[in-house]
């Protein structure tokens, strides 16, 4: 199951920006026993009660749709063609075809059509910005010792 939301309108933008900043700020504060449900109105009679756990994923959806962005939502377990992981990673087709076969990503063969798991990218797509990370922590590290200012 995929799940694609279009563009944000301003209206909709608007909204979300609202909801982004009261569920942040109930997020961040220590939650009493009373409020650990959320629940949403959608008319006069109905209300739909949403768990603790999905909080933080709604306060962040709220938060790129505020911000103008389009949302994927995918499951964890779910089976990504080779175009639509190099959209995710944000790299050419030719060039995640270049990673799978390196070994760098897992994927499987489905026929003649490569099938990369959701999961599995996320996890090369953390190790790769971890990689980033500590890269920019030893040259700021080295700056430092060397005095250069930027």
Excluded: C, W
């Excluded at 009373?34 to 306060?59: G, M, N, Y």
């Excluded at 499987?108 to 890269?135: C, N, P, W």
């Amino acid at each position: 199951m995929e799940a694609v939301l279009h563009e944000p309108t301003s209206e909709e933008k608007r909204v979300a920006e609202e909801a982004f900043r009261t569920l942040e700020v109930l997020q961040t504060t220590e939650p009493s026993k009373e409020r650990r449900k959320l629940q949403v109105s959608i008319d006069d009679t109905t209300t739909v009660t949403i768990p603790e756990s999905a909080l933080e994923f709604l306060v962040e959806l709220l938060h790129q749709m505020s911000r103008g962005k389009a949302i994927t939502l995918l499951p964890v377990d779910s089976e990504l063609s080779t175009q639509q992981a190099a959209d995710m990673l944000n790299v050419s087709r030719p060039h995640l075809v270049k990673l799978l076969e390196e070994g760098k990503i897992p994927f499987t063969k489905v026929g003649k059509h490569r099938r990369i798991r959701t999961e599995d990218l996320m996890d090369y797509k953390e190790k790769k910005a971890q990689q980033r990370r500590d890269s920019l922590k030893k040259l700021t590290e080295e700056a430092q010792k060397l005095d250069v200012e930027y």
